[in-house]
């Protein structure tokens, strides 16, 4: 049997029932279908790590750095100082695997911060329904993918066993394969924008941290992408502007994967 080319998600866990399938295959399309699916993932992956880590404590911690300018705000997630006080809400005795889940903590404290003054968000917004079949009658999170020789199957089925970390896992995964994705199907030139910033290797001191988000909010983005996907390509202006600090603002499915397999 044949499968179609496609791009489908769905969720049906307790009160979320969500999903959209995307048949039209045009590349502005696709890279659309995976912003909003992007969005859809990260908002609400938070909510899955609560048995593992205090997420009301880190939302709170980021509230409060919302006075800092961005590259004080950097410099202040990218401190030792910042680690210390995301330790204690990390619910993990074992160091290595909590070292995992502090990683875990720390992107998700650089998401909720940096949200307060740059957008992190795509503006395709997200899914809030049910506009497709749901293929299992079980509780799962799927995503699937099939254009040309790219084929992707990402699923969990959920039972009552389910480590709540697993869901988190698996909308991370989903996330960074869309995030790797949306260049291609945008047109956005992530070359380009990772040459803006090839004057600054690492990022470590203040003066450096300042040139960096200088930068960051002068690149003419209308140089990388197409006009319909700028917002995508500032976006990306980020990520390529937190490696060179070692942030991060996706949520990262490896640590988890490791947390997981260890606990």
């Not at 908002?43 to 911690?61: C, D, F, Q, R, W």
């Not at 260049?183 to 910033?197: A, N, S, T, V």
Request: charged fraction near 30%.
């Amino acid at each position: 049997m044949k499968i179609e080319d496609h791009i489908a998600f769905t969720a049906n866990h307790k009160n979320w029932k969500v999903g959209d399938k995307l048949l039209a295959m045009d590349d502005r399309q696709i890279a659309h279908f995976l912003a909003m699916v992007s969005n859809t993932v990260t908002l609400k992956l938070p909510e899955y790590l609560t048995e593992v880590m205090n997420v009301a404590g880190i939302m709170s911690l980021a509230e409060e750095m919302t006075e800092k300018d961005v590259w004080e705000l950097l410099k202040t997630l990218k401190s030792p100082g910042t680690s210390r006080k995301l330790n204690p809400m990390i619910f993990e005795e074992n160091k290595k695997l909590k070292n995992h889940l502090l990683n875990v903590a720390k992107a998700l404290l650089t998401r909720e911060a940096l949200s307060k003054k740059v957008s992190i968000n795509y503006p395709e917004g997200v899914i809030t329904e049910l506009k497709t079949t749901l293929i299992y009658h079980d509780e799962h999170i799927n995503f699937t993918a099939k254009n040309g020789s790219w084929i992707v199957v990402k699923r969990l089925i959920i039972d009552n066993k389910t480590p709540m970390a697993d869901i988190a896992r698996i909308l991370a995964s989903i996330n960074e394969t869309a995030v790797s994705k949306i260049p291609l199907y945008g047109k956005i030139d992530l070359d380009g924008i990772r040459k803006w910033f090839g004057d600054i290797k690492k990022a470590r001191s203040e003066a450096e941290i300042k040139t960096l988000v200088e930068k960051f909010f002068h690149i003419p983005v209308e140089n990388y992408a197409p006009n319909e996907f700028k917002d995508h390509a500032k976006i990306y202006a980020l990520r390529v502007a937190l490696e060179k600090v070692g942030l991060t603002i996706d949520i990262p499915a490896k640590p988890l994967e490791k947390y997981l397999e260890k606990r």
